[in-house]
């Protein structure tokens, strides 16, 4: 078999190979360290945001583009010291969600549903 040939299989076998799924992740936390999030989407997972505090006991907020926020069970962190902090007064954005980071505590937001939550150490709501 000549090596054109073998380059040939190869190059069409390799193209009938499905593409690695991409997953997309973005961290932050507030300037205290105390509240941390992650943005999360693959192609089967619509965007969303999780939120934790210190102390939470494995409690969680989590809200995605379309649905009202909700209180999770968790086993896992998305408490990162290393997450880059988001200032007091700022917001960031993934998708149709929008998180703003205040002395009071965080506050993500959907702009499809209006649906959203604000997370400090001492409170919780989901709205």
Not at 16 to 23: D, E, G, I, N, Q
Not at 31 to 38: D, V
Not at 110 to 119: A, D, E, P
Request: with cysteine.
């Amino acid at each position: 078999m000549s090596r054109f040939s073998v380059a040939l299989i190869a190059a069409v076998v390799l193209a009938a190979l499905p593409a690695p799924a991409s997953a997309a992740l973005r961290s932050f936390r507030s300037p205290t360290g105390k509240l941390g999030c992650m943005f999360y989407s693959d192609p089967d997972v619509p965007p969303q945001v999780r939120c934790e505090w210190k102390g939470g006991n494995d409690r969680a907020l989590v809200l995605d583009e379309t649905r009202k926020g909700k209180r999770i069970k968790i086993t896992d962190t998305v408490l990162d010291p290393k997450a880059k902090s988001l200032a007091y007064g700022k917001s960031t954005r993934f998708g149709r969600l929008k998180c703003t980071s205040r002395t009071s505590g965080i506050t993500c937001k959907s702009s499809k549903s209006g649906h959203g939550f604000t997370v400090s150490v001492d409170r919780q709501r989901v709205f």
